[in-house]
């Protein structure tokens, strides 16, 4: 049986389907499983050596030279990569246009089906239209955690229950020499920055949080020129915070994977860490806990929701607590 992912974005919705993988293949061990992901995201579905083959998506570096000769050479490209393979089934399990028109370039077999969402959940982007390229629409509720959401759909579409905990196909942490700018030690990872500011931890609250962990070292990362001055901030008040250089993909991946705590707002990053299973403290400030939340391991922590950030004395409790995790 071939099947096809379709989920190209964003980087935690990327990670969160990743279960549907292990979900397939414990029931159809003979299944070959390729991936649309976009070109940036490429790196942590590699990851998972149960993927089959993995076509780049670059949209989001494509849409800014449509007119050039060698984007739509890419585009030609990128067409033709897809359809080389008929597949069995073809999920779309992030229900928007973009995607639904990858489905439906997408070759089946006869009688081939592609799957994907009747409706969205609360406070998703999702497209109705994207419905017009299905063969089967599966419908959820509403409030489905952003990774039983893909795991439903495919379970509803190929015949098995999903009553097991989530798979992420991730490797432990690993044995290669690591880099100069990482810590021999255990370190702490703060992911502090996110685009949306209510989602954001008072920068007063990550410093104190830093001081109570000395002498860990505590790593903070950043994706962009404001959430490097975040960074500069918390670091100027915590001696044992060091302000990372700018990382790739891989480094970043490998940041969360090595951890020996992360500490982090709803954002990519922060359920990486969750899905590696390092110790991990999620903060809820302005995003629904039940959408994300990492619930599949004991050395993951949940805390705040929407509208209720945690505070300091409940992260470091929490610090505590799984300290005593093996």
């Known amino acids: 049986m071939n099947i096809l992912l379709v ?40 990851l998972n050596p149960h993927v089959r083959k993995i076509i780049p998506f670059a949209l989001r570096r ?7 000769k060698a984007t739509r050479a890419e585009l030609k490209a990128f067409f033709a990569t897809l ?22 370039a997408a070759r089946v077999n006869r009688g081939g089906q592609k799957v994907g969402l009747a409706n969205g959940s609360e406070g998703s982007g999702y497209e ?7 063969s ?18 495919a379970g509803a579409a190929l015949g098995y229950p999903v009553d097991v905990e989530p798979d992420f196909g ?36 990550w410093i104190d949080t830093a001081n109570a962990l000395a002498p860990m070292p505590v790593l903070l990362a950043w994706g962009s020129p404001n959430e490097k001055r975040e960074a500069e901030a918390i670091a100027g008040g915590a001696p044992n915070a060091v302000v990372l250089p700018k990382l790739s993909m891989d480094e970043a991946i490998a940041l969360a994977r090595n951890a020996g705590l992360a500490i982090g707002v709803d954002t990519g990053l922060t359920h ?22 990492g ?5 993951i922590v949940n805390l705040g929701d929407k509208g209720a950030p945690p505070s300091v004395p409940e992260v470091l409790a929490a610090v505590g607590r799984l300290k005593g995790q093996p």
């Open 7 to 46: 989920r190209v974005s964003s980087l935690g919705d990327v990670l969160h389907n990743l279960p549907m993988v292990a979900d397939i293949l414990r029931h159809h061990p003979d299944a070959n499983i390729d991936w649309v992901v976009e070109e940036g995201y490429v790196s942590l579905v590699r």
């Open 62 to 68: 494509w849409r800014k030279s449509l007119g050039d």
């Open 83 to 104: 359809r080389e393979q008929r597949y069995d089934y073809v999920f779309d399990t992030q229900g928007l246009l973009k995607t639904g028109i990858i489905m439906g």
């Open 128 to 134: 109705g239209i994207s419905r017009i390229f299905h």
């Open 136 to 153: 089967k629409s599966i419908p959820l509720d509403p409030r489905t955690h952003a990774v039983a959401r893909g795991r439903l759909v």
């Open 170 to 205: 991730l490797p432990g942490p690993s044995t290669a020499k690591r880099p100069q700018w990482m810590p021999a030690e255990d370190y702490a990872v703060f992911f502090h920055g996110t685009a949306r500011d209510a989602k954001k931890w008072p920068a007063a609250n």
């Open 272 to 293: 990486i860490a969750a899905a590696f299973v390092r110790p991990t403290i999620e903060l809820y400030c302005d995003s629904p806990k039940w959408k994300t939340e």
């Open 295 to 299: 619930n599949w391991s004991p050395r």
